[in-house]
């Protein structure tokens, strides 16, 4: 199902919320901002934003393509590869890799994460006279959907030249160094324990690589090993080469 544009409407959010409310979270739309709330913990609400803070910082001065995450998707001068990033979340990946030209096509199966997700492209391509930020959005697209099942369904003729992951890491330390944001994506999702399901399926479905983000010194997903990896100071990325 593809996510509809616009503001989202009171009763999505009234129906999202139902099912939040359980879980200690509440949306909220205030000072033109929807917000995910924490109901019983002391945390800052969670808000996409692609216009300011550190997306804006990112945007501007950024690695560009010698970082490690636009080497690992094989980006070179003169070559931007088509992405999909089929575990979306926050869509911070996808906005560095459209930032630097890739068209990115993004999945979410949590519907509230896709929910603030989609208001935050939609208010980002309103924002189109600041910077380039209308253009990089603009190369992004969001499917609310489990990545898995559209893989399946997907012709030949459209397989993107890569596959990325970044699926919630199992930490079991509950208390303290553990962000904010992975608290919040344990509570709403788990822990994506279908990864390594998803790692074999796409590896079928890709035409030039998968690359998987891993916190360094992580296990490999699946025990696959990579064909490949590029490494910064606390992330590593795993690239694995097609299987067909
Ligand atoms: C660690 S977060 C990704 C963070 C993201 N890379 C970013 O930059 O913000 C993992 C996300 O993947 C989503 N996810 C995991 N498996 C998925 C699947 N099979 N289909 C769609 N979304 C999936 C989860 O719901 C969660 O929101």
Redesign the pocket.
Known sequence: MAVSTGIPDKEKIQNLNAGLLEKGYQLVYENHQLCLHSINQNYSPLVIDFVTGKSRHRRLYGGGSNQPLAKAVGIKPGYRPNVF??????????FVLATLGCQVSM????AV?ACLLDFALNQAARADDIEDVGNIVGRMRLTE????EFLVNLKPEDLPDVIYL???YPHRDKSAQVKKEMRI?RDL?GD?S??SD?LNISRQKTIKRVVV?RPKGAEVLGHSRPDFQVSSKNTRYDCYLPLN
């Not at 990033?85 to 996808?94: E, H, N, S, V």
């Not at 999945?107 to 949590?110: A, D, N, T």
């Not at 959907?145 to 898995?148: A, F, P, T």
């Open positions: 990033d089929l575990t979306a979340g926050l869509g911070r990946d996808a999945f979410e199966r949590s994460i959907s489990d990545s898995r970044d699926p919630m994506f999702v994506d279908d990864a998803l983000k």
